[in-house]
């Protein structure tokens, strides 16, 4: 399916008008003025102690305000990721690790989100996003038959804010083309040791057991506050095991403000 | 204002927690993928047998898996197709040709992976389990040939195997029907020189021993062992239907029949056969024949005309696959042959005048013309062959050009042509060389050695020439004295020019543009010209 004439495209165009044509209007302390930011982000997959893929991509958004205390955002990514197969060791003769298969995918994200916030005590949100994933090998998604997935996903979140820590909750369903839903549960312990430096600490997934995951954000002063560092470990803890390394960097334009303040004011 | 900021926070708080409450849907069964097999076998009777069917597997889906991946490497396998239906795919795998694998154990790997989405809004994929399907193909190796396929009874001699594999697994053994080889050297994958004892008039299967080859070895090889003539000399005529003969184009003698071949006036082939004297003459038409020549196995004679290539059989001269000659330019037309150990026929090309052609190579048990790139284009070339059809010299030109033009050779064993040391312009006279290719006569007057050093000279007014198969003599028939000379190429050469150590005058005058054929025991020459034939036991 052709992403470009989908009808999640044509919904992105419109609620991008409509929420950015409000924000104009808007003395909004959800967010303290529109800001962007332009990341990329790495990272590789493992499964059973060896590497089973590597993810690499680019994404950025926009976050603006609408009226008080309700505030948007957009969103896109790109990700190119290349799958392994859990092909043995291979020792023989007639297979040597160049001829290795590997199976690539890319995959598109757009996503908006409207919320509430209060910097001071927390903010909930809703959220609506479409992905479609393509593979370049010899593979199918079993829902469509096809090289191609889409996916829909809604979510809704909330947060409250401590002085220097966040508690988060997040709850998403993402419908599969042609197949069914997965729904997930996050919740989200957040540190703020100083201004610019974010631990976290989630567990996600069924009972908040499958999956668990620690990140750390840093926004060096010396930069002017114009970026920031990444970095996650999550571990998997599902019948398939699987753990997942990422580092990213974030660019944002303008709103040169602590960590703390972005987190809670501006995205 | 203090109140409604509590109550915000209560807000939140009770938001948060009956977020936590919703279940989820993300499941942690426990689930895989299986397969209904993870071991595949494939087997060709050789390398030359035709490809094994696919076969077909079964893999049910991780349930929870959204995607699936079925990827393969390793010789073994051609390609793997697939189609689902619901979580349950069926996997075709088909094999690689035999041909293009040669002779060996090849394996290959399937890999069937599910992979589930590894987060919530599945733009991340984690892989399942992986089912892994091991194939194995399993080609034995394949004798093709002999060369020369025909031997002499009560000697001892060596040949040439030609085959496939040879070095894939070890060869500890090779016989001539139940006769071991008395020694053999495995050359390449592809060649085995072995020698044979002394042997009794039969046909014998030639076969290699290889313990570990996976499977029974085919042999489509036979070493024909027959006496060695007794022809007494004698002429035979031309029959009224082809006379007056104004051209031989060649003349060969088919050992295991007992019967001479000669293409005679440009379209028709003539057999005599002997059956305690030599009988009337069948005939075959072929338009525009420019050569004959037996194939390596001696199953077919080729015949090679202008625009085509017919395979003939040698018994009954009944006409067979007819082969049509590749996209030639104008005026360019096909000229003459020799066969080779590998089964191929080195062809050459021709034009009226003179001018540089191309050379191929013709397969004669899948008959089909290929060009390989080592292929020369040369000038009017003229092939001759060892009997044991490891080399062909290919001499060109005429004693019109004014500078000398490169003599090339085809290697069976590296299946390569090459160009030579020597340079020289050819004349009417072709290559001769002995069984084994040790020493090569160009020109008539010329003899080098294997590596075309050269050795030293036979007279000037010879007009045919056949080299003995054991290389110890060379028999000219000599323009000036009329009759067959003997020279010792054992001996050295006095003055450049090797000894002459016999005469004897031909049972008749075989008269002008004479052909020589040799018997593969060295004891008979055949003479062809254009008034007659002459059998004519060999000078000493």
């Known amino acids: 399916m052709n992403a470009k004439n989908s009808p999640a495209k044509r919904f992105f165009l419109a609620v991008s ?21 332009l990341g990329f982000a790495s990272g590789d997959t493992y499964v059973s102690g060896s590497r089973d893929s590597n993810t690499y991509g680019i994404n950025g958004s926009v976050t603006f305000p609408l009226l008080a205390y309700l505030g948007g955002s957009l969103s896109g990514a790109y990700a190119h990721t290349n799958l392994a197969a859990n092909f043995p060791s291979e020792t023989g003769t007639s297979t040597s690790a160049s001829a290795r298969p590997l199976c690539s995918v890319d995959r598109d994200d757009l996503a908006a989100g409207l919320f509430v916030r209060d910097p001071t005590i927390g903010r909930v949100g809703i959220g609506y996003g479409a992905g479609r994933t393509q593979s370049h090998c010899d593979a199918t998604f079993l829902s469509t038959g096809t090289d191609t997935l889409e996916t829909r996903n809604y979510a809704a979140d909330a947060a409250y804010y401590f002085s220097k820590a966040t508690l988060a909750i997040a709850r998403t369903r993402t419908r599969l083309e042609a197949g069914g839903d997965l729904n997930s549960s996050t919740l989200t ?36 506050n114009s970026l920031s560092l990444l970095f996650a470990y999550t571990a998997r803890q599902q019948a398939i095991e699987a753990r997942f390394l990422t580092i990213g960097l974030s660019y944002y334009f303008d709103k040169r403000v602590d960590l703390i303040t972005r987190d809670r004011q501006y995205r | 204002m203090r109140f409604v900021t509590s109550a915000r926070r209560v807000s939140a708080l009770l938001f948060v927690a009956v977020l936590s409450a919703c279940g989820s849907g993300d499941g942690s069964q426990q689930s895989s993928t299986s397969i209904s097999t993870n071991d595949v076998s494939f087997s060709a009777a050789s390398p030359d047998a035709s490809t094994p069917p696919a076969q077909i597997l079964t893999a049910t889906i991780d349930p929870e898996a959204i995607y699936v991946a079925v990827l393969h490497n390793g010789a073994a396998i051609a390609s793997v197709t697939y189609s689902l239906s619901g979580d349950t795919a069926q996997i075709v795998v088909d094999p ?18 599910g992979y589930r989405c590894a987060d919530p809004a599945c733009s991340r994929l984690v892989s399942g389990n992986s089912q892994i399907v091991n194939v194995v193909y399993q080609i034995p190796p394949v004798v093709r040939f002999v060369a020369p396929y025909v031997g002499v009874a009560a000697t001892a001699d060596t040949a040439v195997i030609r085959g496939q594999g040879f070095q894939k697994f070890t060869v500890e053994g090779v016989t001539f029907g139940a ?30 021993q290889a313990p570990s080859s996976p499977g029974a070895i085919t042999s489509l090889a036979n070493l024909v062992i027959v006496a060695a003539p007794a022809y007494v000399a004698t002429t035979l005529v031309y029959p009224a239907a082809v006379s007056p003969v104004s051209q031989i184009q060649a003349l060969r003698y088919d050992a295991e029949r ?6 005679v006036n440009g379209g028709q082939i003539l057999r005599y056969a002997y059956a305690g004297a030599w009988g009337a003459p069948t005939t075959a038409a072929v338009g525009s024949l420019s050569d004959i020549a037996l194939s390596t196995d001696g199953q077919q004679l080729l015949a090679l005309a202008q625009t085509a290539l017919t395979q003939i059989d040698p018994a009954t001269l009944a006409a067979g696959t007819v082969t049509p000659a590749p996209a030639l330019a104008a005026d360019v037309f096909l000229k003459n042959l020799a066969v080779a150990n590998d089964g191929n026929a080195v062809v050459t090309t021709g034009y009226n005048g003179s001018s540089n052609t191309q050379t191929y190579l013709y397969a004669t048990r899948s008959p089909a013309f290929s060009q390989p790139a080592t292929a020369p284009s040369m000038d009017n070339s003229t092939p001759g062959g060892s009997a044991d059809g490891s080399s062909i010299v290919l001499a060109q030109g005429s004693p019109a050009l004014a500078s000398a033009t490169g003599v090339y050779r085809y290697l069976a064993a590296s299946q390569t042509f090459s160009v030579t040391g020597v340079s020289l312009n050819q004349n009417s006279i072709a290559p001769a060389l002995d069984r084994a290719a040790t020493r090569i006569v160009l020109n008539g007057t010329n003899v080098y050695d294997a590596g075309y050093n050269f050795l030293g000279t036979l007279p000037s007014t010879t007009l045919a020439v056949v080299v003995k198969p054991d290389a110890t003599r060379a028999y000219t028939f000599d323009s000036a004295a009329s009759q067959v000379l003997s020279f010792d190429l054992t001996a050295s050469p006095a003055g450049g020019a090797f000894p002459q150590v016999g005469a004897t005058a031909p049972a008749g005058d075989p008269g002008t543009g004479v052909r020589m054929a040799i018997s593969p025991d060295g004891g008979t020459l055949f003479l062809a010209g254009n008034n007659q034939i002459a059998v004519q036991p060999a000078p000493p």
């Open chain 2, 179 to 208: 006769t071991a080889a008395t020694t053999f050297t495995v050359v390449s994958d592809t060649e085995i020189r072995a020698s044979y004892p002394a042997l009794a008039v039969e046909t014998y299967p030639v076969r290699i």
């Open chain 2, 258 to 263: 007992q019967a001479l071949l000669v293409a």
């Open chain 1, 17 to 37: 008008l409509l929420l950015y044509g409000a924000h104009a209007l808007a003395d909004s302390s959800a967010v303290q003025a529109t800001n962007f930011q």
């Open chain 1, 189 to 224: 312990a957040s540190w703020y040791p100083t201004n610019n430096a974010r631990a976290t600490l989630s567990a996600g997934g069924l009972d908040f057991k499958n999956t668990y995951s620690l990140g750390l954000d840093y926004q060096p002063e010396f930069l002017d």
């Open chain 2, 96 to 113: 690689a040709s035999p041909g293009g694998l040669g002779a060996g154990v090849f394996t290959g790997t399937i890999t069937v992976v």
